[in-house]
């Protein structure tokens, strides 16, 4: 039995585009119980190289897998109907990812000659138990050779305790990714759920009720970076790619005591600001423990615009935390959108400004400050999209915004599906651009 899974491509064409790159943990999870269930599992990454439609049917011409997993976006729906669709062998297809519970019943529609498994939810105990045509639920839709299937907090597939959900790290090749400072990373991923509610992200909490928050122990993600570094000696860095790991001051507590171990390494992270708000002594303990850069979505600097995105925090307070950490010596990278829906060019004023203060605080201390820019387009399953849809908005379909491609590397970012502000088009493309030259290019 022969399963090849695709991290589907950004793009519909080869590209060569040189862009940042992280590995799709989500894949790794699911090749690795494959793998242990006795299925001959390979992992294809599309986004890193840089395959099209054309290459990816070339290989699945060559290969002929019995099953052909891959992941969908939002950004990349068509693509994948596509790869699914005109597919040229024989072969159970299988869709997952986070998008997949709001648009199976559009992936129902698709006109596909081979057999489709949809499944909605963490994929990685059901998929050997439909490989292996062992599965114990039922789907919850069913037309003519589809098929859906829900892996929810209530299904025997859900993997409630993390700690025995095993990554495989070589089915992954992930040979080299340099980070920023010219340092070899592993990315790591301590917990699943969100809970926060931000109206722009599909792992919000009000909207994905039916999965429950969990985290790894300290112990088992001791253990994870332990293996990483025996697998290989040129690991300098960590980077922590979910936003739960450091959420309040245990946490904060606990991410030194565990990264003090690792003397040799520095290690970055993904952060809210109200993860800080009371907590400022600890910043200086987090730069001791090799903590070199903190991701933090500050996404708006407008308190209205703040409030329609259910961004916690006050601009005093983004001001406030990111000062303490850039004061401590820690990187910021910093997120910012403009195009929310009805936003104005009084609210962007107010990114920008924030974004040039920031900047002008990292350039007086030892922290380095690197804005993150992007166009607010509307995600499947997140609370604005619902919002655009029952205002009646069409939401247009996902192209590259070229005029922001002159800045090089991001162009993976600069897709949009229609303005939604009250912001010309012309004038959010400046916004954008000149908060992204505010610092050098934030790549990985
Ligand atoms: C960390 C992260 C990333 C990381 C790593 C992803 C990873 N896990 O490997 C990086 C930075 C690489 C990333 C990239 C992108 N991401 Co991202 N990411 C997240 C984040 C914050 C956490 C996801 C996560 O790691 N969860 C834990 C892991 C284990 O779960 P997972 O990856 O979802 O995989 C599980 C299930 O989804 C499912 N599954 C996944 N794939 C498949 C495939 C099959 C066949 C099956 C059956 C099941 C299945 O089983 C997996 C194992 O349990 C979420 C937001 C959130 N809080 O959930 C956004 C999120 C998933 N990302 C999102 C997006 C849009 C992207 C990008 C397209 C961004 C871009 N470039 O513009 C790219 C996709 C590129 C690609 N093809 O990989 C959106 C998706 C929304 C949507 N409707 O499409 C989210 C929801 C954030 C948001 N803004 O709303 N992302």
Redesign the pocket.
Known sequence: MKCI?L????YRERSDIKED??????????ATTLEESGIDVDIVD??KEHLGINEIFELLEKQTPDFV????????FETVKEIVERCPIKTTV???????K?IYNEILQWNVSNEL?I?I????F??PALINKSCSELPIANVEQKRVYKVNKDSFYF?NDLDS?LLNRKLLKENKIINHYGQKEA?I?TS???MYNCA?????HNLNKDVTIRYRSILNIENEIREIIKADADIGSIRV???LFLRDKESINNACLLFEKFNKMSWRG?AHVLTFVGNLELIPKLKESGCRELFIGIESGSEHIRRKINKPGKIEQVIEVISAILVSGIDIKGYFMFGFPSETTEDADKTFLLASRIKDIAVKVDGNFRSSVFQFRP????QLYNEIVQNGQEILSIKSNENLNIINGRS??N?QSGNYSEIDDAVLDDYILKTQNISEVANV
């Open positions: 899974l991290n589907s491509p950004i790159y992280l590995p799709p943990l989500g894949l790794g999870y699911i599309c986004v997993g891959m992941n969908i976006f939002t950004q990349n299988i869709i997952g990812g986070q998008a997949v709001c498994e499944v939810g963490e994929g990685e059901l998929l993997p959900v990315a991923i699943r759920g969100c722009f992200c599909g792992g919000a790619l979910d936003d993904m995600y499947h399953g997140t993976q970012f897709f």
